[in-house]
């Protein structure tokens, strides 16, 4: 069989798209398949010891015991109970910016060497960890680069698997081209493995979403970040607040921090870079403990069905509902997930007709739920390699 179109029109379309394709082509990065954290953690470095861990899931433990009935189902009981047993921090940051203060250089050249060495006898260990450093304002930058440099140099270049540092306060795509370089140097200076540095900004400042001539500059962060961008982080009061919004309004729910958020999305969609998002200041403790404990469950859930699968903890009693959600969002859709993944890969026709990008999207569903114990494997009947083979397309 043959056309009537000549070769002609294929080279001019050719052509004429070339310019669409090169940018496709350097902004799609490989699809992210490994294990990403259900939470970060964020400990001021002067409470950082190599025993925290370990402090956050008994203090969590001891919430539940001492603040009655279960801020979840009881079938639920079980499984949250065992995670904060077993693994109560998932991410954990040491944090030398807003939750450390302004302590003057000689107590964070202290702090910063400090934490370099508990880090190295940090038991248990969380699957990630990091460090979030001041921004690269003008204002603390020397003070930034200067702690990351003593910290490393604490531990003499032995950073741990799922080693990453939290900028924060990103406000320009300059910012992070300069942070990727610097990870560069740092490496050649402590002999790291080439781009092994990793890092992950906060937006929190209304410049990183929409730029002073009216574009927005979170689109620009991933390419800025040379590869070594890996994540996006909401700042949930910094941003409400320089928008305005009242203390009594600032939410991880208000209309700005969902528009920010959707612009993240939009952002570095297929880009490789993940998101989270922020926090919840309003902490589990005191006569409100269970009234605080309904609010957080609901902000996870809800931060969930948006897409964002990351969240920020701030406080060892957010652990029981943050784990106590996310396991009842997975449980809660495993089984259509599970149903509707099963006739996919056996192309049989029901009541959805699935598209592959649908079946990408249920192999990562089952992925993040046995990742974080949500899910356990018998109630999955589809190898690992076989998921993440779907999720990878």
Request: some cysteine; overall charge negative.
């Amino acid at each position: 069989m043959t056309g009537r179109l000549p070769e002609s029109v294929y080279g001019e379309l050719d052509q004429r798209l070339a310019p669409v394709d090169a940018v496709l082509r350097a902004r799609s990065r490989p699809a992210v398949t490994g294990r990403q954290p259900v939470h970060t953690v964020y400990v001021p470095a002067d409470r950082f010891s190599p025993s925290v861990v370990a402090a956050w899931g008994a203090q969590a433990l001891a919430a539940l015991d001492a603040s009655p009935p279960l801020p979840f189902p009881e079938e639920l009981r079980d499984r949250v109970v065992a995670k904060l047993a077993r693994e109560p921090i998932e991410d954990l940051r040491i944090d030398f910016e807003d939750g450390y203060g302004a302590r003057g250089d000689d107590a964070e050249d202290v702090a910063a060497a400090a934490a370099g060495a508990a880090l190295l006898s940090l038991a248990p260990a969380p699957p990630f960890i990091g460090i979030r450093i001041k921004s690269l304002e003008a204002a603390t930058r020397r003070r930034a680069v200067r702690t990351l440099d003593l910290f490393l140099s604490a531990v003499d270049g032995r950073l741990p698997p799922g080693f990453v540092v939290t900028l924060p306060k990103v406000s320009a795509a300059a910012q992070v081209a300069a942070m990727a370089q610097l990870c560069g140097q740092l490496e050649l200076a402590y002999g790291l493995a080439p781009r092994s540095l990793l890092f992950e900004a906060q937006v929190e400042t209304p410049l990183a979403v929409l730029g002073p001539d009216g574009t927005a500059t979170v689109a620009r962060l991933a390419a800025a970040g040379d590869g070594r961008l890996v994540g996006l982080h909401y700042g949930t009061y910094d941003y409400s607040a320089a928008l305005g919004v009242a203390a009594s309004e600032q939410s991880l729910a208000h209309p700005v921090a969902d528009h920010a958020k959707a612009v993240m999305q939009v952002a570095v969609a297929g880009t490789g870079v993940r998101l989270s998002d922020g926090s919840c200041n309003v902490l589990p403790v005191g006569p409100a403990v269970h009234a605080a404990w309904q609010l957080h469950h609901r902000l996870v859930l809800r931060s969930l069905a948006h897409g964002f699968y990351q969240g920020w903890d701030l406080h060892p009693a957010q652990l029981p509902t943050r784990f106590a959600a996310t396991y009842a969002f997975f449980r809660s859709a495993s089984a259509a997930a599970v149903e509707r993944l099963g006739a996919y890969l056996e192309r049989q026709a029901g009541g959805i007709l699935d598209e592959p990008a649908t079946a990408r999207a249920l192999a990562g569903f089952l992925l993040r739920g046995l990742d974080c114990g949500a899910l356990d494997p018998p109630e999955v009947p589809f190898t690992r390699p076989t998921l993440e083979a779907l999720w990878a397309v």
